[in-house]
T-cell receptor, first 115, second 112 residues
Framework: DAGVIQSPRHEVTEMGQEVTLRCKPI?????LFWYRQTMMRGLELLIY????????DSGMPEDRFSAKMPNASFSTLKIQPSEPRDSAVYFC?????????????FGEGSRLTVL | DAKTTQPTSMDCAEGRAANLPCNHS???????VYWYRQIHSQGPQYIIH???NNETNEMASLIITEDRKSSTLILPHATLRDTAVYYC?????????????FGQGTILTVHP
């Protein structure tokens, strides 16, 4: 199994530019999560989807952030316009929500640097 | 989900057992105890979870006290590759679809 695939692995951009991060969840998984990690704030949940529908986006920091899941095999996290404080590692995770237990499988992350 | 408390850091000698404690005194009856770890520059990795019985898998053992207010993750023979941040999370699956709320975790350093 290929695992959760994220792209790009590294992105360096200038303030004001649009950034799009991509995620391909594990085939057959029905939940997808976007996390952000910084030294100051640790791992924060931004948004999560179940069956392609956004369930909770209360962690999205502001309107500059948006996420979509057009189908079960693809999701994007977009930042427009980007700011230096958005610099972080962004992780995507997926799970198969069945019964009352399960585990999240994380991708290797996308490291974003906004200059 | 119940709040968990973990020591900030721990050390362990290579080859010895690493015992990582977690306090979850307000855990409710339908909340599971999950453990994840994050090795430097990688995404978090699932280790083990349990409800009230002790659990063991190829990675670790999880010991949950009878009152469920605390638990211990045991890495029986720690190696240098086990150096990581270990997160203990109390989770009620339900309508949360398994979303994890990470605390600061325990930084485990395994030294030669």
């Amino acid at each position: 199994d290929a695992g959760v695939i994220q792209s790009p692995r590294h992105e360096v951009t200038e303030m004001g530019q649009e950034v799009t991060l991509r995620c391909k969840p594990i085939s057959g998984h029905n939940s997808l999560f976007w996390y952000r990690q910084t030294m100051m704030r640790g791992l924060e949940l931004l948004i999560y989807f179940n069956n392609n529908v956004p369930i909770d986006d209360s962690g999205m920091p502001e309107d500059r952030f948006s996420a979509k899941m057009p189908n079960a095999s693809f999701s994007t996290l977009k930042i427009q316009p980007s700011e230096p404080r958005d610099s972080a590692v962004y992780f995507c995770a997926s799970s198969l929500a069945e019964g009352n237990t399960g585990e999240l499988f994380f991708g290797e992350g996308s490291r974003l640097t906004v200059l | 989900d119940a709040k968990t408390t973990q020591p900030t850091s721990m050390d362990c000698a290579e080859g010895r057992a690493a015992n990582l404690p977690c306090n979850h005194s307000t855990i409710s009856g339908n909340e599971y105890v999950y453990w994840y770890r994050q090795i430097h520059s990688q995404g978090p990795q699932y280790i083990i979870h349990g409800l009230k019985n002790n659990e063991t898998n190829e990675m670790a053992s999880l010991i949950i006290t009878e009152d469920r207010k605390s638990s211990t993750l045991i890495l029986p023979h720690a190696t240098l590759r086990d150096t990581a941040v270990y997160y203990c999370i109390a989770l009620r699956w339900g309508t949360s679809y398994g979303k994890l709320t990470f605390g600061q975790g325990t930084i485990l350093t395994v030294h030669p």
